[in-house]
């Protein structure tokens, strides 16, 4: 099933705090159960942003690896 | 799928340990901090700002300004060529996981990168070493100074951040707008990078030999240097994360990596200081003393200061910054260019005058076994990374001082 994406966040070309800061300052103005599509090119999120949903509670729908280096999350509101 | 996916044998699994995922920050930190106390047991600690300096006053040479005819080439100064290889390393660790891109961010990016790396030069000129020469080596060098740096670099950092979430807030655009990304080694038609990775890596180690004959200490320093690059990539140890994510996401995964390696080498330090291990034809003394440097205490509390600014607003401290460049990130190039522009403009002209106007005294000691004793300044250094530790434990079960 296709999952809805409500809003989408490009991160393209940013590198370390910016894609962690702009995603968070995202998630704050979603509402419980909508859906968050995150695209960037940063190889820190990989591991920052599982890390970060597990320890906020939000839960990590899909990430995957695009053409051309581009990293996809989608992300659920607690 | 027709493709069949092929069970890797013993050195494939052995690999993808390494290459596959990201490591976690605490195992990273570890090995940099052994290799750290390796680097002290040949010849002296790990530093980085001292080696881009030293590329500065080369481009200064070349371009014939500031007078730095007398300048150390890069092939021979020792820390020159750690931070060369640093860069090599970290190209080798993205490329052999494939993680190598050319990725050249929005305008407003590039321009705090700059920025920020030339407050990390004035910062570290300051305070005579930077997030790695006054604090994750100054710190196990029992250094007094080195805490002043550290409590500078600290506020530093807190305030930088702040700037950037008001940026983000009131001018959203100026990090964002078009960006590009090239060379990525995404699929199977980036196969490319794990070859070139190989090669990169067996001319580090031819290079290194070439080098092992008329100076061994060299030859040690191009491989510690690379495979702390290719450590640093792979476990993304960064000094501004470990000050600053507490405060941001409340993370504290980064801190407590930091604090890893720093313990490590708060042993190893002690113990070559203590028992005058490596002393060579330096005086014992002169060994305690290795950095442990004359910035106490305004020179290191500016110093860390100026630098926790830098460093957050280029999002790479000078170590974080290297690797990031080995990586292809294109903001980071534009820090390590501020960087190495900035670093002999602020020794040769804004620094000097603005010390001699400090009042400063010689008489004090900066050696904190002086005061304390061996198992004083032990206990003291490891007290301090505890409080630190449980701070940022406390910070991220509460979110009392994280912002989101």
Known sequence: ?78 | MSEKTKEPGVLGNLFKTFFAKHWPVWVGAIVLGTLNILLFAIKSPWGASGGINNWGENVFKLIGIFGLENATPTSTSLYGMLCVFLIIGSFIGALLSKEFALRIPPKGELIKGFIGGGMMALGATFGIGCSIGSFFSGMPALSGGAIIFTIGLFIGTVLALKYLMWEMEKFPNFSSGKSYNFLSGTGKSGSWQIYLGWIVLIVTFIIAYQYSGGNKIMAWFIIIGMFMGLISQRSRFCIVKAFRDPFMTGEADGSVGVMAGLVISVFGFTAIKYFGIGVGDIAVRAREMTWVFPHFFFRAAIGGFVFGLGMTIAGGCAVGTLWRVGEGQVKLWASALGFILISPISKLYIVPPIVNSLPQSLDFKNYLPDYLGYPGAFGFVLFIILVWYVFVKWNEKTGRFSAF
Not at chain 1, 40 to 60: A, I, V
């Open chain 1, 1 to 78: 099933m296709e999952n809805k994406i409500d809003q989408t966040l490009d991160c393209k070309g940013l590198s370390c705090p910016m894609p962690m800061m702009k995603l968070a300052k995202a998630m704050k103005g979603l509402k419980s159960g909508e859906i968050l599509e995150m695209i960037g090119t940063d190889p820190g999120t990989k591991s920052d942003l599982p890390r970060w949903c597990e320890k906020s509670g939000n839960e990590m729908l899909e990430k995957g690896e695009l053409d051309g280096g581009i990293f996809r999350f989608l992300i659920k509101k607690k």
